[in-house]
């Protein structure tokens, strides 16, 4: 059973939005650091967003910050990120994460994330 399950991508032109959310099931992550990471095509995986257990613990990645916000609902054991002002370069197959470390996460170190989603695309036409 996948623990992550993500919905809310989809296809959007520049500059548009989109919701992506990302629903735990069968355990609880409600004292872990939960987040996004996303692969472009032909690219590696890159870390977007983190959240902890503080809704004011937050991490971004500098081509992300001012335009994505990730939030936390441990009542229903989802996390949120809420893409703004899309751009064609933040087209790729956005992933949930959990259990990870994001400091070393958002300056690409190697970072081992106990759980991953399988998965949701975003596409962003020009």
């Known amino acids: 059973q996948v623990p992550l399950v993500e919905s809310g991508g989809g296809l959007v032109q520049a500059g548009g939005s989109l919701r992506l959310s990302c629903a735990a099931s069968g355990r609880t992550f409600s004292s872990d650091y939960m987040g996004w990471f996303r692969q472009a095509p032909g690219k590696e995986r890159e870390f977007v967003a983190a959240i902890g257990i503080s809704a004011s613990d937050t991490h971004y990645a500098d081509s992300v910050k001012g335009r994505f916000t990730i939030s936390r609902d441990n009542v229903k054991n989802t996390v949120y990120l809420q893409v703004n002002s899309l751009k064609p370069e933040d087209t790729a197959v956005y992933y949930c994460?959990?259990?990870?470390?994001?400091?070393?996460?958002?300056?690409?170190?190697?970072?081992?994330?106990?759980?991953w989603g399988q998965g949701t695309q975003v596409t962003v036409s020009s």
């Open positions: 994460a959990a259990r990870f470390d994001p400091r070393s996460a958002r300056i690409g170190a190697q970072t081992f994330v106990h759980y």
